[in-house]
Nanobody, 116 residues
Framework: QVQLVESGGGLVQAGGPLRLSCAAS????????MGWYRQAPGKQRELVAR???????NYADSVKGRFTISRDNAKRTVYLQMNSLKPEDTAVYYC??????????WGAGTQVTVSS
């Protein structure tokens, strides 16, 4: 079955970097659009960044210039490099897969906490 396992979350000081990873299994990774979403307490889940099978990317305005999404199809992994982190980036970060002719899938999430 489809599995998305996030890692790399944690506590970091404002201005610091953090890299999230999402290891995928159970589907043809190379054809899926992969994304990172986040949800802060009391807020709706929002798109952070997305990368298509053709490596096209898009980002939320709030993270442009600071976050970079990438994928390694050989390792079946999608990454989110987060730089210049701000306290408002604190949230649970979720990996998402949109698989053609199948459903959407979510990971369990990883907590990112940015201290001021």
């Amino acid at each position: 079955q489809v599995q998305l396992v996030e890692s790399g979350g944690g506590l970091v000081q404002a201005g610091g970097p953090l890299r999230l990873s999402c290891a995928a299994s159970g589907f043809i990774f190379s054809i899926a659009t992969m994304g990172w979403y986040r949800q802060a307490p009391g807020k709706q889940r929002e798109l952070v960044a997305r990368i298509t099978s053709g490596d096209s990317t898009n980002y939320a305005d709030s993270v442009k210039g600071r976050f970079t999404i990438s994928r390694d199809n050989a390792k079946r992994t999608v990454y989110l490099q987060m730089n210049s982190l701000k306290p408002e980036d604190t949230a649970v970060y979720y990996c998402h897969a949109r698989i053609p002719r199948r459903d959407d899938y979510w990971g369990a999430g990883t907590q990112v906490t940015v201290s001021s």
